[in-house]
Nanobody, 119 residues
Framework: QVQLVESGGGLVQAGGSLRLSCAAS???????SMWWYRQAPGKQRDLVA????????NYADSVKGRGTISRDNAKNTVYLQMNSLKPEDTAVYYC?????????????WGQGTQVTVSS
């Protein structure tokens, strides 16, 4: 089992910045990629960004140029730096880990962290 704990959310004014953290613990061997998703009230959960074990990153168009995903392997932590925040960035942000062991792929989710951007 892998446990994911997000932190760093909060209330910020439009134009501000936040850095979200996702700390992984437990049986973390075999994690191939880490993802950030977000879900606004009444909407589906959408991909924000991901980073692979090889360091490849990708971003949703909505955050390109404003978001940066990174990781600290020593701390088993992935970060999402969000700049120039907009009210439409308001959502619960979830961390996701994809683990592959032998022929089995598992996904794990954190509990989410609320980001609220005021106009």
């Amino acid at each position: 089992q892998v446990q994911l704990v997000e932190s760093g959310g909060g209330l910020v004014q439009a134009g501000g910045s936040l850095r979200l953290s996702c700390a992984a613990s437990g049986s973390i061997f075999g994690i191939k990629s880490m993802w950030w998703y977000r879900q606004a009230p009444g909407k589906q959960r959408d991909l924000v960004a991901y980073i692979t074990s090889g360091g490849t990153t990708n971003y949703a168009d909505s955050v390109k140029g404003r978001g940066t995903i990174s990781r600290d392997n020593a701390k088993n932590t992935v970060y999402l730096q969000m700049n120039s925040l907009k009210p439409e960035d308001t959502a619960v942000y979830y961390c996701n880990a994809v683990q592959q062991l032998m022929d089995t792929t598992r996904q794990y989710w954190g509990q989410g962290t609320q980001v609220t951007v005021s106009s």
